[in-house]
């Protein structure tokens, strides 16, 4: 009879808001239902993990963050693999699996998996089942379902082979006489692998580890109960049966369903009455190192067919150590809103204890592996300090947290919609229903009444509040002690499960902050209030450092933001050194109306004259084109993109034979995919070369640091 000695196996996640992190504590947690011990790090603890002497199967879970940056826990990890002395068999003894999450909306999709998948094996390391590149932009869970599904085989297959490479070693060793002592625990392995019978029925053994990627299963395979849906002109879907939120036709309401495991609870909440008087703004500041007032608003666009776009000025005076570059943004805090807090709390039935304080520990015996209490809580804080400031209660929940959910609902028939919502079977559903229609926490206890989850599972399940991230819009250089930025007040329309349209959170926040001084501009200087606020270097989004290569950006509506601080900055250095030698500069935008929102139209044109600028390409998307029948074209422009077709020639000589720059900011979604295109076509033209060629070449570009992109979805 052999020892019983579960296999063990090792979990490495980087992640910047949380999502690899809870999917590796998911793997971790559900190791056990397969015989399996994980141990669970982040790549940042690396006191904590050995991977030059690990010998067990090591999986990967990894977001991308940025413009294909690395998460900033997994920053040092990156580095450290990077490093060219390492030999080409530094990980030949490792196996591993890995598991990337990105954003298809972005460039770079996924490049922190992949840049970590491409060094380990380039240091020897082998891929003991298919990596996953799962994409938030269509839903992660498409990927990550099926990924998680075949794992389990594959570590188990893994450690059978890595068992058996290492019983062969070691008989080859013991014929050189190797103490007893280093026997045993490969042997345990193996024997309790063998013995338990861990496969799952349906499972089937696959030896098959050859490197593809995983893909989301067939459209067909999932069940959803809204098969008649169109997607209305605004992308909003139109249900043409009676499937909703709350309700489900067949096949899915008659289906057996699979429903993900229950995530252990973890966390000891309790309320203590405590005196009211908290310091909020201290507690928030030891996170967000900078409380400065607004000394400027202004409403740079006109009209009401336009989105609102505002300027903000920032005085950070009293902060000499605050200094930033052209190209660099930073992040403000901003708390929920104050009525959806107070809705939340008299739904969790705790409006009366909103001043207590709040106890958090963790469960003496927890299942839930690395669980810690939540690192953004500040000890001792109100109920209502922790709903406003620290969780994002409007985050859609995942499908982990619907499965919680159920347990603490009565009514069997919303207990059935909410476990339809989390299973394999309801993924249609839960896309439609809560996924786009980005739903959050309220919304889904508004519309499931006899749903009351306790205080702890909302602080377990809520991701950490945000801040939101803005582009500096001037330069130090023309405004001393002055940080600006501009933004557009986001507007989302309202939709099933969501009666009311709403504003997003930050911009919404700040347009109320600002709005008494924009409305009568003579008090704009009297009440403007303070905003938290921390700095986000960015070291690669700067002007070239050599002052007389050309350059070229592009950047329609708030995307021309970091451009104002660029040619402020220029224009700055061009008084300095009147002599010095400036290469040209080349500025695309676009708005939709020429008198409504072409924003810093004045500024814009002062750069034009005074030659900081040398040539402006302006294009409006809304305004009457000469012939509406012709799709928009170089020879309309109506994009960015249709104006740099119309300077191919000069634009790919800047590019490709004069050593300059091309700077991409703005929206990730639509004008930075069509710029990328548009860039690809006209190197094809220019160089006569294929498409492979022009895709390298570009990614020549990016590689140099020529082709730079700061763009949000
Ligand atoms: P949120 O409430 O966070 O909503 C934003 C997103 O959430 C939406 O795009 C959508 O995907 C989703 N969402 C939330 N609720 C709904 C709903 N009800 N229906 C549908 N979708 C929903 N922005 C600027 O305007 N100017 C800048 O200079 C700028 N610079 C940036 C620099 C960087 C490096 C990055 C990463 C982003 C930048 N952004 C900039 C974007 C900015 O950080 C915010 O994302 C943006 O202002 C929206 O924030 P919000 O809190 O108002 O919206």
């Known amino acids: 009879m052999p020892l019983e000695v579960k296999p063990r196996f090792v979990v490495l996640y980087g992640s910047q808001k949380g999502q690899a992190q809870s999917i590796a504590e998911g793997i971790a947690e559900e190791a056990e239902e397969h015989g399996l011990v994980a141990e669970l790090c982040c790549l940042n603890q690396d006191d904590k993990y050995n991977l030059e002497k690990e010998c067990a199967p090591v999986v990967f879970v990894v977001s991308t963050t940025g413009d294909g940056e690395p998460p900033d826990n997994a920053l040092q990890f990156v580095k450290r693999i990077k490093k060219r002395t390492l030999s080409p068999d530094h990980y030949k003894h490792l196996l591993y699996a890995l598991l990337a999450l990105g954003d298809t909306n972005y460039a770079n999709f996924c490049n922190c998996g992949k840049t970590i998948e491409r060094r380990l094996r380039e240091l020897g390391a082998r891929q003991f089942y298919p990596t996953g590149y799962a994409d938030d932009g269509v839903g992660l869970e498409l990927v990550i379902d099926p990924w998680l599904k075949g794992l389990w085989n594959s570590i188990k297959d893994a450690l059978t082979k890595m068992a058996s490479d290492r019983t062969v070693q070691l008989k080859e060793d013991s014929a050189k006489e190797i103490p007893e002592s280093s026997l045993p625990d490969v042997q345990l392995n193996l024997l309790s692998i063998a013995d338990k019978q861990i496969c799952e029925p349906d499972s089937k053994y696959s030896p098959s580890l050859a490197i593809s990627d995983v893909r989301p299963p067939p459209a067909s395979t999932v069940y959803t109960s809204a098969p008649n849906t169109q997607a209305c002109s605004e992308g909003i879907p139109q249900v043409s049966l009676a499937a909703s939120l709350t309700s489900s036709v067949p096949p899915l309401s008659e289906s057996s369903l699979n429903v993900p495991a229950l995530p252990p609870a973890y966390l000891d909440v309790t309320l203590q009455e405590a005196d009211a008087a908290e310091q909020a703004a201290e507690r928030l500041s030891k996170e967000a190192r900078y409380e400065v007032p607004i000394s400027k608003a202004v409403q740079l666009s006109k009209g009401d067919s336009v989105k609102t776009a505002l300027l903000l000025e920032l005085d950070i005076s009293a902060f000499p150590s605050m200094t930033y570059h052209p190209g660099d943004s930073f992040d403000v805090f901003c708390p929920n809103v104050a009525e959806e807090v107070d809705h939340l709390l008299h739904r969790l039935g705790l409006q009366d204890q909103k001043n207590h304080r709040v106890q958090i520990s963790l469960k003496d015996n927890t299942k839930k592996k690395g669980a810690q209490v939540p690192p953004h809580i500040p000890e001792n804080v109100s109920l209502l300090f922790l709903l406003t400031w620290c969780l994002e209660i409007r985050s859609v929940p995942k499908k982990a947290f619907l499965r919680a ?309």
């Open 405 to 713: 959910l159920v347990e603490h609902t009565s009514d069997s028939a919303q207990r059935r919609r909410l476990q339809e919502l989390c299973s394999k079977q309801g993924a249609a559903d839960y896309n439609l229903y809560v996924r786009d229609a980005s739903l959050g926490v309220s919304e889904l206890l508004a519309a499931f009444p006899s749903c009351s989850p306790p205080l702890s599972l909302l602080i377990e399940l809520l991701p950490k509040l945000q801040p939101r991230p803005y582009s500096a819009a001037c330069s130090l250089l023309r405004h001393p002690e002055k940080l600006r930025f501009v933004f557009n007040v986001v507007e989302f329309p309202a939709c099933s499960g969501r009666p009311t349209a709403r504003r997003g959170l930050c911009t919404g926040w700040l347009f109320d902050l600002v709005s008494p001084g924009l409305v009568f501009p003579e008090k704009a200087e009297l009440a403007l209030p303070k905003i938290h606020v921390s700095l986000r270097p960015n070291c690669s989004f700067r002007p070239p450092s050599d002052p007389s290569l050309p350059f070229i950006m592009i950047g329609p509506g708030t995307g021309v933001a970091p451009f104002i601080g660029f040619l402020q900055q220029r224009e700055e250095e061009r008084k300095e050194n009147p002599e010095a030698k400036f290469g040209e500069t080349w500025l695309f935008f676009g708005c939709r109306y020429r008198d409504k929102d072409y924003l810093f139209r004045e500024e814009l044109e002062n750069f034009v004259s005074s030659g900081t600028l040398n040539h402006l390409k302006v294009c409006f998307s809304r305004e009457d084109r000469k012939d509406e029948e012709e799709p928009p074209s170089a020879a309309q422009p109506r994009y960015v993109q249709h104006n740099l077709l119309l300077c191919c020639r000069q634009v790919t000589d800047i590019l490709l034979r004069r050593n300059g720059y091309i700077y991409v900011c703005g929206d990730a979604k639509n004008m930075a995919k069509d710029v990328n295109e548009t860039l690809m076509e006209m190197i094809k033209t220019e160089l006569q070369v294929d498409q492979l060629e022009a895709m390298k070449t570009l990614a020549g570009l990016r590689e140099q640091k020529r082709y730079l992109q700061d763009i949000w979805a």
